[in-house]
């Protein structure tokens, strides 16, 4: 949340924000305040009253309804359980039946009991009596099992039950919240009349469990004597507290023959039974007794229930009068003043919520739109990206909403301000590496020369090396291209096969000797992303060599799958952490746009972008040896069959490459020795791209000053027969011979491109002319026959062999690349 700025007391006084503040205290708080605590203290006084009694006619309609049947089921269970264990019976149809019917009920009263709208309007005392009674019900099963195993006599069921009941009168007692002194005297003396008519049930139930066996134990003899002594108190003690509307039934009931008949044998239980002796002869009449009395009563209780509802629908009345009277007055001023001031407040909130809205709709939608589309290099018109924010109202909210409109303004011309900067910027950085690769491919050529001119072996070594730092160069400037946004410019007409693609990309990396080229698959990568492959698979070989020991290797693998063709670089060096593989990964599968600030890993970012480029997924992972797995899957519309329609270029014609980087020795760093020309060796096709497949110019070269350079192919010639073997030097090196070139005879189609062409080693050899256009070849060679040289040095070998690496190396790289014209402009 945003924090206002601090303020002093004599500048908030004068501000116009005090004013709005001030409208609002006395329009709307002064007058609520008044009002609302005047009309609360009368509501109060009032209102509560009616709050209670509209609480416990809820809890009545709801609990109490429900409380009534259930207490009747359980009554009737005890008394037949009772009846059975005085027979020695535990069960019966008919009491199966009973609990199942008491079952429900309960689960009846539990759902209501357990509601939250019920749950809501009851007291802390009725919440904690009705938790104890719903404990109590849940011990009820528990109960009929120690019934069914015999595990209670008659005194200790009744007792069981009895818990039960009592639970539920504290429910009953709880249940009268009324304000009213004389009606809660009624309801509360009305709920004790149900209190005596339970002790009367428990009386039954000790009757009838002991009618079996005609006689009483004592323990059952004093709880008798109890529960007769409890009704008659009760009997005694509320029913002159009754209303005679209320008390006249139980009294027509209380003053019948039944009543005194029942009263009868009641003394005659309590005066002839003596400890363990039989019970009186009349006791025979105690069932059909009890049962007429106790429906009676019920009927009694329905007629001073409904007197007791009259009585409290006139005390409602009369408190819902007062309520009326004490608020209405108060009630109807306050919502006047309510009225007024929401008015009025409504239309202040409303100017100042189409501010706030369109403050978030400047932070939130347009600005990011804007700088959206000015990242996608689209011109935005200021003014109409900027419209002057419309806040009606108060003049507080005019001159915020004025000041929002500048802020608006400011923000959407600095964005414009810092796109026109960065498209500058790039478009710097783009000339700068256009001119850098156009100088690189000036020098490549250079060097080229040199080498050919040159005969001093140290010096061939040393030209070679900065041939090789020269291409790596080459390489970043294409990465700086493609951080500018643009392409590098290289592409091929037709497909290339894998296996050169992986080459090329070897022969890119510094440490080119510790990688592992496993054997690949007979498949080609169509033409046009050719170049952007050979560079992502670059960086990704140079980053495995740079962040492993340099003592271990990195292998590289490739295999066609369901989706396309997977290309696998792993190293053995000491990993990332899983947060850092989630991170790198969601940047390969969406590239930021990039951030000047975050330059530790350019090379991933590079690739990031030529996979999105493609739509090629790239994806690290932890490699079983520790260190690091990346996966490439170029999609199957990039790949193509295992013919090749044309090979990686070369700069100056096709030379070899060799077959993986285990055939180059690395001891001192000296490459071995080249072993006789007048072998069999890998002849190199020159396609030409035209111009129809070329690359869009760019500003900075002609289309006449590009170049198309070849790719070489692995196929295959046969050996050629040399007239002699060629000698070794002392230290069992090939001695070279020139020999006349002649023309490559055509292989079968089925003939395999394995190494058995080239060396044992499987470095592959070269063929002098082999790559000759068809149209040169028609013209018969006359070139001289070469007059066999001397034996060569181990030094001069070892140079040698050292071209040839060298020269394979610059052979798999492109060189559609701008000549010297435009590259000796920039220079000027």
């Known amino acids: 949340m945003r924090r206002e700025p601090p303020r002093t007391a004599g500048v908030a006084m004068g501000s116009r924000n005090r004013s709005i503040r001030f409208k609002i205290f006395l329009l709307l708080l002064l007058p609520l305040l008044t009002l609302s605590a005047l009309w609360g203290f009368v509501l109060n006084l009032t209102v509560g009253d009616g709050l209670a009694l509209l609480r416990t006619g809820q809890l009545y309609d709801s609990v109490g309804v429900s409380s009534t049947d259930l207490g009747l089921r359980l009554q009737a269970e005890r008394a037949m359980v009772a009846e059975l264990l005085s027979e020695n019976r535990t069960s019966s149809p008919e009491l199966n039946a009973l609990q199942a019917q008491t079952t429900s009920t309960v689960n009846s009263f539990v759902k209501v009991a357990t509601l939250p709208e ?13 938790d104890d009674l719903l404990g109590a019900l849940d011990e009820l099963s528990t109960i009929r099992d120690a019934v069914s195993v015999g595990k209670y006599n008659v005194l200790e069921a009744i007792v069981a039950y009895n818990t039960i009941l009592d639970e539920m009168f504290d429910v009953y007692e709880q249940m009268v919240q009324i304000p009213d002194v004389p009606m809660y005297q009624q309801a509360s003396a009305l709920v004790t009349m149900g209190t005596a008519h ?24 004093r709880s008798f004597a109890e529960f007769v002594a409890l009704r008659k108190h009760y009997y005694a003690k509320n029913l002159p507290t009754l209303m005679p509307e209320a008390r006249a039934p139980y009294q027509r009931v209380l003053d019948s023959d039944l009543y005194a008949r029942f009263s009868e044998l009641e003394d005659l239980i309590l005066s002839q039974q003596r400890l363990g002796g039989a019970l009186p002869a009349d006791v025979m009449r105690w069932q059909p007794t009890t049962d007429s009395l106790v429906g009676e009563l019920d009927r009694a209780r329905v007629p001073a229930t409904e007197a007791l509802n009259t009585y409290t629908a006139g005390v409602a009345t009369g408190i819902l009068g007062r309520i009326a009277i004490a608020g209405g ?4 001023a306050v919502v006047a003043t309510i009225v007024f001031s929401v008015r009025f407040g409504r239309r202040l909130v409303a100017d100042l919520a189409d501010l706030r809205n369109a403050a978030l709709e400047l932070a939130d939608q347009r ?8 990242k996608k290099g689209e011109d935005v018109d200021v003014e109409h990206e900027a419209p002057p924010i419309d806040a009606g109202g108060s003049m507080e909210v005019e001159d915020v909403g004025h000041a929002f409109s500048s802020v608006q303004r400011t923000a959407i011309e600095a964005a414009v301000g810092q796109a026109a900067l960065r498209r500058g910027v790039g478009h710097v950085f783009l000339n700068l590496a256009r001119r850098n690769q156009s100088l690189l491919h000036r020098q490549l050529t250079l060097l080229d020369s040199m080498q050919r001119r040159s005969k001093d072996p140290e010096s061939l070594e040393d030209l070679f090396r900065l041939d090789h730092l020269t291409t790596r160069m080459r390489r970043h400037a294409e990465g700086l291209i493609i951080l500018s946004g643009a392409a590098p410019g290289r592409s091929w007409r037709k497909p290339v096969p894998v296996v050169d693609v992986m080459r090329a990309a070897v022969a890119e990396v510094e440490d080119f000797t510790r990688v592992t080229v496993l054997p690949m698959p007979g498949a080609s990568l169509t033409g046009a992303a050719v170049a952007d492959v050979v560079h992502l698979l670059a960086e990704l070989i140079e980053n495995a060599t740079i962040f492993s020991p340099p003592q271990t290797k990195v292998q590289v693998r490739a295999e066609l799958v369901a989706n396309g063709l997977v290309l696998e670089v792993e190293d053995r060096g000491l990993g990332l952490t899983p947060e850092e593989y989630a991170e790198i990964n969601a940047k390969l599968a969406a590239p930021p746009e990039f951030d000047l600030a975050d330059s530790d890993r350019l090379g991933l970012f590079v690739v990031g972008q030529l996979a999105a480029r493609y739509g090629i997924g790239v994806v690290l992972r932890s490699s079983p040896y520790g260190g690091t797995t990346a996966i490439v899957l170029i999609p199957r519309s990039l790949v193509s069959d295992g013919t090749p329609g044309g090979a990686l270029p070369s ?13 180059v020795d690395t001891s001192d760093h000296e490459p071995r020795h080249k072993k006789q020309e007048s072998e069999q060796a890998p002849v190199f096709e020159v396609e030409e791209v035209p111009p129809a497949a070329e690359p869009e110019p760019s500003p900075y070269f002609t289309p006449s000053e590009r170049r198309i350079e070849a790719v070489p192919s692995v196929e295959l010639v046969p050996p050629m027969e040399p007239e002699e073997k060629p000698a070794l030097s002392a230290r069992g090196l090939p001695t070279r011979t020139r020999t006349t070139a002649t023309r490559p005879a055509t292989l079968p189609n089925n003939m395999p491109t394995s190494v058995a062409s080239g060396t044992h080693n499987g470095l592959p050899r070269r063929v002098r002319q082999a790559n000759m256009a068809p149209q040169l070849t028609e013209t018969p060679l006359t070139a001289p026959v070469a007059e066999t040289t001397e034996e060569r040095s181990p030094e001069q070998a070892r140079a040698m062999f050292s071209a040839f690496q060298q020269g394979a190396r610059r052979g798999r790289e492109d060189a559609d690349y701008a000549d010297n014209a435009n590259g000796e402009k920039g220079e000027e």
């Open 118 to 130: 019920n749950r809501s309007i009851m007291s802390e005392n009725l919440q904690r009596s009705m």
């Open 198 to 221: 339970e002790m009367l049930a428990r009386e039954d139930a000790l009757v009838k469990g002991s009618l079996a066996q005609n006689q009483m134990s004592a323990e059952a003899h």
């Open 329 to 332: 007055v108060g009630l109807i």
């Open 367 to 374: 600005l990011p739109q804007v700088v959206d589309r000015l």
């Open 651 to 663: 700069r100056n014609g096709a030379q070899p490459v060799l077959a993986t980087a285990e055939d």
